[in-house]
């Protein structure tokens, strides 16, 4: 499968933006698409899940901010972002999981698109 994330893109801190993640094949497919983000200098984090019963988790610094989504007839992933920090700030990177059991999940990436909160 190929994701494509976009809508990334320079905002005031407080603002609001919209991902989406378009995948190439029936996201229903998978386990779980979710986001990740990167920042300079820093880890890949858990930006949020959710998986295809609609379960949705999310990394303790966006909740109540953040809320992820899904249009399975589109192979679509969203991510609302309102209140958004400075600390937001980095790559915003889309994946898809298919669980294997007794054994490692498989993961696929997008190529990632950026996010920058000005303050």
């Known amino acids: 499968v190929q994701l494509q994330a976009s809508g990334g893109g320079l905002v005031q801190a407080g603002g609001s933006l919209r991902l989406s993640c378009a995948a190439s094949?029936?996201?229903?497919?998978?386990?779980?698409m979710g986001w990740y983000r990167q920042a300079p200098g820093k880890q890949r984090e858990l930006v949020a899940t959710?998986?295809?019963?609609?379960?949705?988790t999310y990394g303790g610094s966006v909740k109540g901010r953040f809320t992820i989504s899904r249009d399975n007839a589109k192979n679509t992933v969203y991510l609302q972002m309102n209140g958004l920090k400075p600390e937001d700030t980095a790559v915003y990177y889309c994946?898809?999981?298919?669980?294997?059991?007794?054994?490692?999940?498989?993961?696929?990436w997008g190529q990632g698109t950026l996010v920058t909160v000005s303050s």
């Open positions: 959710i998986s295809s019963a609609r379960s949705r």
């Open positions: 994946n898809a999981r298919r669980v294997v059991v007794g054994g490692p999940s498989n993961d696929y």
């Open positions: 094949g029936n996201i229903f497919n998978f386990n779980a």
